[in-house]
């Protein structure tokens, strides 16, 4: 059966409980580990753990060191940080694998100004979308806010949800929703579907 991949490709939001963590950071040392691929990662949660990424390289019989040294990491601490950031990953080659961690965190900051956020979030968007409609595969992964007492941490999760196609954690599996033309159907240690992920040949300029 021929997969329902016409439609442009969009950003792929992980979400729901802790448990989508420890499957990122293995989808990440997997991507690291195939010829060519060199993660971008935009850290806005301090999410990003190179130790877990290091154990799951040795499960796999690889040297941590061969696999973080493909990494590229930007980490944000403020929502203009985070503008910013995937504003300098928009001048890298297209082809690139973003992932993009805990971006609601830093538009969540109760220091933030109120009036800020929502200009904020619609940068974000901006520049997610862009990054995806300009050939790179975008993934981002928003663990639950629901501890937020903010109105706009369960305003800006809906918006997510609505836009882009979802994969949901919880307890450790990973249940896919369809959006559209997007089925994503993934188990916790399959690799993503052909159509879905592309390979990343070109090297970040």
């Known amino acids: 059966m021929a997969e329902a991949h016409a439609a442009p490709l969009l950003p792929t939001v992980l979400s729901g409980d802790?448990?989508?963590?420890?499957?990122?950071?293995?989808?990440?040392?997997?991507?690291?580990?195939?010829?060519g691929v060199r993660p971008v990662i935009v850290d806005c949660g301090g999410v990003f753990d190179p130790y877990a990424v290091a154990l799951e390289a040795r499960r796999a019989g690889v040297r941590?060191?061969?696999v973080l040294n493909r990494m590229v990491i930007c980490r944000a601490f403020?929502?203009?940080?985070?503008v910013h950031a995937l504003r300098r990953v928009a001048r890298f080659a297209p082809g690139q694998w973003v992932l993009v961690l805990d971006p609601l965190s830093v538009l969540l900051d109760e220091d933030l100004p109120a009036q800020d956020r929502p200009w904020l979030f619609a940068?974000?968007?901006?520049?997610?979308?862009?990054?995806?409609?300009h050939g790179h595969v975008v993934r981002v992964c928003q663990p639950s806010t629901q501890t937020s007492r903010l109105l706009e941490a369960s305003r800006f999760e809906a918006v997510l949800a609505r836009?882009?196609?979802?994969?949901?954690?919880k307890e450790g599996r990973l249940q896919a929703m369809t959006h559209g033309?997007?089925?994503i159907p993934l188990q916790p240690r399959d690799r993503p579907r052909r159509g879905d992920v592309r390979p990343l040949p070109a090297r970040v300029a």
């Not at 403020?78 to 985070?82: D, I, K, L, V």
């Not at 836009?163 to 954690?169: E, F, H, N, S, T």
């Open 18 to 35: 802790a448990s989508v963590i420890p499957w990122v950071h293995r989808w990440l040392a997997q991507r690291s580990m195939q010829g």
């Open 64 to 66: 941590p060191e061969a």
């Open 78 to 82: 403020t929502g203009y940080q985070e």
């Open 123 to 133: 940068q974000v968007l901006t520049g997610l979308e862009w990054l995806s409609g």
């Open 163 to 169: 836009r882009y196609p979802l994969i949901v954690a």
């Open 181 to 183: 033309q997007v089925g």
